[in-house]
């Protein structure tokens, strides 16, 4: 196991960010920037015995300043869509960005993407990790409280790349944190992900108006192109006329994950692309699950080894509270009070099939 730290550029500012290579003794590599908390590399070996990288990911630091698709990133305050853009807490209104629609969506346009957060790293004998921390001041993106944020992630020689979020505020406030990487198990620079096999353990989704904030509908996956409790390629069923795919242009919805025990981490997804044998496995101890294939990616230049990303490139798994939690009473809530712990993980493991 070993960590290595090294510059990556300057922010707008003029501050120094970095980037913090975490290995394991197996071949596989995360690299983290303390600017936005983002996962920028995640070298796995494929069935070959050749090192993948499979985010998606800019080459400099100078693309994270423009990444509008979240690539790699820490969300928060809240991730995922806020409806009309406010939120009432302890009897008072928040009016919040409109930056989505009449919605806000990832907490506004000054996003935690583009925060350089503190940073200690950590190296022990079966596990390394850096621990990324900032203070959100009372009303940044228009939320109520000073809220510490800490994100940590590890790596260990099970090849599991831990992430764990914990946060406290002085004030009642929304907290919903996520990480917002885009998978590709072929490499990042690869094509789109649409013959990757994806089984999910939900039997429900929320459905969603067609500004895809969600109705407050449970609706049952069975007989639905949004079922994967059995494997199915992602492709398969992707542009069936079925409405919830037509409003979203793709899988762009909430899971209601089928966990055992609430509070109690659980495997909730696995992923697999058979032509680098590559699979990745998803737990977590949050309710929701955000699966998002890409739709909005758009030809995006300045990617890793040159890379131009377009639609479908690449598959999120945005562990989370259920979209606009904050609003509608139908979900468990994401509004904490003050001095309340928001504390949850989530595990992406990484292995051969």
């Excluded at 500012?13 to 596989?28: E, Q, T, V």
């Amino acid at each position: 196991m070993e960590i290595k730290v090294k510059e990556f550029g300057k922010t707008k500012d003029g501050k120094i960010a970095h980037l913090y290579s975490l290995k394991n003794d197996n071949g596989m590599e995360v690299v983290i920037s303390d600017f936005g908390a983002c996962i920028v590399n995640v070298f796995v070996p494929d069935k070959d015995g050749k090192t993948r990288d499979v985010v998606l990911g800019f080459k400099d630091l100078e693309g994270y300043f423009d990444n509008g698709e979240g690539f790699g990133a820490f969300v928060g305050r809240n991730a995922n869509r806020i409806a009309n853009a406010k939120v009432t807490i302890a009897g008072k209104e928040y009016a919040l960005e409109v930056n989505d629609g009449p919605n806000n969506l990832h907490s506004g346009s000054n996003k935690s993407f583009y925060e350089l957060f503190d940073a200690e790293y950590f190296k022990e004998e079966d596990t390394v990790c850096v621990e990324l921390s900032k203070l959100f001041p009372d009303m940044g993106q228009g939320f109520p409280g000073n809220l510490d944020v800490t994100v940590t992630y590890t790596l260990t020689q099970d090849n599991e790349l831990l992430l764990e979020y914990f946060a406290t505020c002085d004030q009642d406030t929304v907290i919903n944190l996520t990480n917002h990487s885009y998978f590709n198990l072929n490499g990042h620079n690869s094509g789109n992900i649409l013959g990757h096999v994806l089984t999910i353990d939900a039997d429900a989704f929320t459905p969603t108006n067609d500004a895809l904030i969600p109705t407050g509908e449970i609706r049952d996956v069975t007989g639905t192109p949004m079922d994967f409790r059995k494997p199915f390629k992602i492709g398969d069923r992707i542009n069936d006329d079925y409405e919830p795919l037509k409003q979203a242009g793709g899988y762009d919805h909430n899971y209601v994950l089928n966990l055992a025990e609430d509070g109690v981490i659980g495997k909730v997804a696995e992923v697999y692309a058979p032509e680098s044998g590559i699979k990745m496995e998803v737990f977590t101890d949050l309710p929701g699950m955000q699966l998002y294939t890409g739709n909005f990616i758009n030809h995006k230049t300045g990617g890793k080894d040159g890379a131009t990303y377009e639609k479908r490139d690449g598959v999120c798994f945005e562990s989370q509270f259920f979209p606009d939690a904050c609003n509608n009473p139908k979900f468990r809530t994401s509004i904490f009070k003050a001095g309340e712990e928001y504390d949850y993980a989530t595990i992406f493991k990484f292995g051969l099939k």
